[in-house]
């Protein structure tokens, strides 16, 4: 049993690494894989594997997921710009400010990631799929 | 032919016995029996099921558009025309899903 763990282990590193990274599977495979990395919301994931999965639909999808988990930040951070323009009112505890602009910058960053998962996936979308295997 | 019995306690046994297998082995070697061959099983179960899950991905995408506040429809399927603008196949599938809403709202 333990043998056939071990044997397990190696095929499952041998698969996930060198030659998943490498496109050598079949693009099923990495349709299965750009799926289970959108379920998980890793979009970092999910363009990984979208360039050999072949499916224009999945990377449409993944663009529209982006653009709405955008739409979601962007309205965060509009909340937190109006709350900063009623200019720290009495309703302002002290260390407040702070806090907001935290998150403000915390909103820039998701949106600027966001930004850029999107062009990369409509990159992908422009350009013909890499053959795999 | 003799008739076959099944025994809960003899069942419990066994997997207690392999439960103590399980950890024990995975104490003494730091691998696991069972978490490698699950995974390869999911692995076989989720390519088997591409095409369910790819429409349960675009259902999923379809309810993260209507939003938390549950939007009507019309406003959901011009959000979708807003949004997908330059993704037609989508635009259409969704479109699609949509108007089947609609359609299942006025029945």
């Known amino acids: 049993m333990l043998g056939v763990n071990l044997?397990?282990?190696?095929?499952?590193?041998?698969?996930?690494?060198p030659i998943a990274e490498a496109g050598?599977?079949?693009?099923?495979?990495?349709?299965?894989?750009?799926?289970?990395?959108l379920e998980e919301e890793d979009f970092p994931g999910a363009l990984t594997y979208l360039k050999w999965a072949a499916d224009p639909l999945l990377a449409q999808i993944?663009?529209?997921?982006?653009?709405?988990l955008a739409g979601r930040h962007a309205k965060q951070r509009q909340g937190i710009?109006?709350?900063?323009?009623?200019?720290?009112g009495p309703s302002f505890?002290?260390?407040?400010?702070?806090?907001y602009q935290d998150l403000l910058r915390a909103e820039d960053r998701a949106l600027g990631l966001l930004g850029e998962y999107e062009a990369r996936a409509?990159?992908?979308?422009?350009?013909?799929?890499l053959p795999a295997s | 032919m003799a008739r076959k019995e099944i025994s809960v306690?003899?069942?419990?046994?066994?997997?207690?016995?392999?439960?103590?297998?399980?950890?024990?082995?995975?104490?003494?070697?730091?691998?696991?029996?069972?978490?490698?061959?699950?995974?390869?099983?999911?692995?076989?179960?989720?390519?088997?099921r591409l095409d369910k899950r790819l429409a349960a991905a675009l259902q999923d995408t379809l309810e993260q558009t209507r939003g938390?506040?549950?939007?009507?429809?019309?406003?959901?399927?011009?959000?979708?025309?807003?949004l997908t603008r330059d993704l037609p196949e989508l635009r259409e599938i969704l479109g699609n899903m949509v108007d089947a809403g609609i359609q299942a709202q006025r029945a």
């Not at chain 1, 505890?93 to 806090?99: D, H, M, N, R, S």
């Not at chain 1, 409509?122 to 799929?129: D, I, K």
């Not at chain 2, 938390?68 to 807003?82: A, C, F, G, P, T």
């Open chain 1, 7 to 17: 044997l397990v282990r190696l095929g499952r590193k041998v698969l996930a690494g």
């Open chain 1, 24 to 37: 050598l599977l079949p693009a099923s495979y990495y349709r299965h894989l750009t799926l289970a990395a």
């Open chain 1, 62 to 68: 993944l663009v529209l997921r982006l653009r709405l």
């Open chain 1, 81 to 88: 710009l109006d709350l900063l323009g009623e200019g720290g």
């Open chain 1, 93 to 99: 505890q002290p260390g407040a400010l702070e806090k």
């Open chain 1, 122 to 129: 409509l990159a992908l979308l422009s350009r013909p799929p």
């Open chain 2, 9 to 48: 306690t003899g069942a419990a046994v066994g997997g207690l016995a392999g439960w103590v297998a399980e950890v024990a082995i995975s104490e003494i070697t730091g691998h696991h029996i069972t978490t490698g061959i699950l995974e390869i099983l999911g692995a076989a179960a989720g390519l088997c």
């Open chain 2, 68 to 82: 938390e506040d549950r939007e009507d429809y019309r406003q959901v399927k011009e959000r979708i025309e807003e």
